[in-house]
């Protein structure tokens, strides 16, 4: 009986090989300059951003991490202008994950690295889940301010939140978590993923917006709080040492160029 019930317990752990991680392409910011970011031309000449959504799925279920745009932007006829640039969008987010045959109803957690317009732009499509959200960042989303448009996850408040304080095991066994990282706004968080074969990713939501932010330490004019994102990048750059993570920078669009996206995958 012992030697079936190891044979059962050696098949399950062989299984599961890890998460996989699925890049989506969630649109592009296009600005005329990176002032508001902290930097000059001449530190970097930048002008494009790129949106991106994830989805990461393991075997006890699935978490769409960020939101990309709004709708809004996929279903124009072409850039929308905005304040110092514009941006595109050329496939919502549901309808890509529908090429994969899933729906909302299918995700498991749904999580946002904060709540600006360009992470948040879904939340309100993916209500059928458990919602992660930093207390703070909930506490905070609603108050307005720059960059935020609350019509965009106002449905939040009718669905199943699970408020947390801190960093967290998504599913328990320590391949997938949310990295407290608070400064850009005041809940914001990372998430690191174990991933087997391609190794260890950290996303980093908005800690870093480009390669000159993360090398200068450049904080961006509009953070809530400028010395709180020095400690959370001082904190990240130690977690990156102690584990071996390869950080990939979501605004970055220069990465992004070299991604696979979905339906192909990491793992």
Same mark, same amino acid.
């Given at each position: ?7 059962? +317990? ?11 991680? =699925?890049?989506?392409? @969630? ?25 991106? @959504?994830? /989805? ?9 991490? &960020?939101?990309? +745009?709004? $709708? ?16 595109? =969008? ?6 890509? +994950? ?17 709540? #600006?317009? *360009? ?7 993916? /209500? *059928?889940?458990?919602? +992660?959200?930093?207390? !703070? ?14 019509? /965009?996850? *106002?449905?939040? $408040? ?8 801190? &960093? ?10 949310? %990295? ?15 991933? $087997?074969?391609?190794?260890? %990713? ?21 953070? #809530? &709080? ?8 001082? !904190? ?15 605004? &970055? ?6 991604? $696979? ?7």
């Amino acid at each position: 009986m012992k030697y079936l019930a190891l044979a059962i +317990l050696l098949m399950s752990s062989q299984a599961f090989a890890g998460p996989k991680l =699925y890049v989506f392409d @969630c649109g592009v910011l296009s600005l005329d300059s990176l002032e508001m970011f902290g930097l000059t031309e001449e530190e970097s000449s930048l002008k494009e951003m790129f949106v991106p @959504c994830y /989805l990461i799925e393991h075997e006890k279920g699935r978490l769409l991490w &960020d939101g990309g +745009l709004p $709708k809004a932007v996929a279903e124009s006829d072409g850039p929308v202008t905005i304040e110092g640039g514009s941006m595109r =969008y050329t496939r919502w987010i549901v309808d890509q +994950l529908a090429d994969m045959d899933l729906s909302a109803s299918d995700i498991t957690y749904a999580a946002y690295s904060h709540l #600006h317009f *360009d992470h948040a732009g879904a939340a309100n499509f993916f /209500l *059928d889940g458990t919602v +992660l959200m930093q207390t !703070r960042e909930w506490n905070a989303a609603f108050g307005g301010g720059e960059f935020v448009d609350t019509t /965009l996850f *106002d449905g939040l $408040k009718e669905a199943n939140i699970a408020l947390i304080d801190g &960093d967290h095991d998504v599913f328990g066994d320590g391949s997938v978590k949310l %990295i407290f990282t608070p400064g850009h706004t005041p809940g914001h968080q990372a998430l690191l993923v174990m991933l $087997k074969n391609t190794g260890p %990713i950290l996303l980093s939501g908005d800690l870093y917006h480009t390669r000159a932010n993360r090398r200068l330490r450049r904080v961006p004019t509009f953070n #809530h &709080d400028a010395e709180q994102t020095l400690e959370s990048m001082a !904190r990240t750059e130690q977690l990156l040492s102690a584990t071996g993570a390869t950080l990939w920078i979501e605004h &970055d669009k220069a990465l992004a160029d070299t991604l $696979k996206m979905a339906p192909h995958y990491y793992d």
